[in-house]
């Protein structure tokens, strides 16, 4: 058999941790075979994501993905090594879905699954592009549910930085985004609208920037917005408005990542910050970060769109590194929601 096709380095990655469905063949802890991504377009028509209905998607759409996977990749299920399915945490009508799929396709090949932790593989996802990181470094992951800072010294060796008190960052821009009539996901929608208004227009808050540490909390910050659209009456607003709350809530939310990271990087004394999560796909804390991180001579890891947001192939990223470990899941895996209970060590 050739080496393209040599089985001890063939991981098939799988990731329903929310509303994307997402399939990987990861080569030698290197190289994406295939990676398939299907957004459940369902969730557009009720602003938000609703489990049951995500559930449901994952039952009809993996099967499907996972055979146009090996058609794409030009291997075949034999082939495959090992599965890595993201068990925790996440919706968890999503995640049984994943994991009962990935311990009922490896027990008929008679090969083991290795439980990844959704957050865990964001902390390594840039590392499919960047290659393996030097530490100390941090890693900020920013989503629809998660706003964390951490210290990564290397696989499982993580220490907790800061988190958000109360609503995630990419939480935040999905409510103001419905407020503001732009329909959900919000977080692309405020990106793209925030370029054409002004970032000075609205004095908002860069919440606990006044307090050591490196938590979170954006609540405040979507309230302040809300108050701040009273004041012009009932919808429609005026585009022109609705562009600048864009770019002044956007504003405001980069500049207290942008503080945070540093705060962290110096905290930690970092030779390289990556990225993860939805959010990570802002232009403007692209760019923002890109800035700051090359004046303090610091390596900014942040993977293209497609690998920011919710995706198998740092799921079979992490499964692979834990395999080289011999690490595999015990046949009672299963689906766990929260990260607090997902095992993930939290020092």
């Known amino acids: ?36 991504i299907a957004a459940q377009d369902v969730h557009v028509l009720y602003g938000g994501v609703v489990p049951e209905l995500a559930s ?9 993905l996972v055979e146009r ?8 299920p034999a082939d495959v090594t090992a599965i890595a399915v993201t068990h925790a945490p996440g919706l968890v009508g999503s995640l049984v879905v994943g994991v009962a799929f990935a311990k009922a396709y490896a027990a008929a090949l008679g090969i083991p699954v290795i439980g990844v932790n959704h957050i865990e593989a964001h902390l390594h996802s840039a590392s499919l592009e960047h290659g393996e990181c030097e530490h100390p470094s941090v890693a900020l992951i920013v989503s629809g549910g998660h706003t964390e800072l951490v210290e990564v010294r290397g696989l499982g060796e993580y220490h907790w930085l800061g988190a958000t008190l109360d609503d995630a960052a990419g939480e935040a821009f999905d409510k103001v985004a419905k407020r503001l009539g732009l329909g959900f996901p919000g977080g692309p929608a405020i990106d793209r609208l925030a370029t054409e208004g002004r970032a000075d227009a609205f004095a908002f808050p860069r919440p606990m ?25 009932d919808p429609p607003y005026d585009a022109a408005l609705v562009a600048d709350l864009a770019a002044s809530f956007q504003a405001a939310v980069v500049d207290t990542l942008v503080a945070k990271c540093l705060r962290a990087i110096d905290q930690v004394g970092a030779r390289a910050l990556s990225l993860g999560g939805g959010v990570a796909c802002n232009r403007a804390l692209r760019a923002r970060l890109a800035q700051v991180c090359a004046a303090r001579g ?50």
């Open 1 to 36: 058999m050739s080496a393209r096709h040599d089985p001890a380095h063939l991981v098939l990655g799988i990731e329903t941790s929310c509303d994307d469905t997402s399939v990987a063949l990861l080569e030698d802890a290197r190289r994406l075979r295939s990676h398939l």
């Open 298 to 347: 610091v390596a900014l890891r942040i993977p293209s769109p497609r690998l920011c947001a919710d995706n198998a192939g740092m799921i079979a990223l992490v499964g692979a590194w834990r395999l080289r470990r011999g690490e595999v899941a015990p046949p009672e895996l299963d689906a766990v929601a929260s990260l607090e209970a997902s095992g993930l060590a939290l020092g």
């Open 209 to 233: 920037l006044d307090r050591p540490g490196c938590d979170f909390s954006f609540s405040g910050l979507k309230t302040a917005v809300m108050v701040a659209l009273k004041r012009h009456g």
């Open 56 to 64: 449901r998607a994952h039952l009809e759409l993996l099967p499907a």
């Open 69 to 76: 996977a090996f058609a794409e990749a030009g291997v075949r």
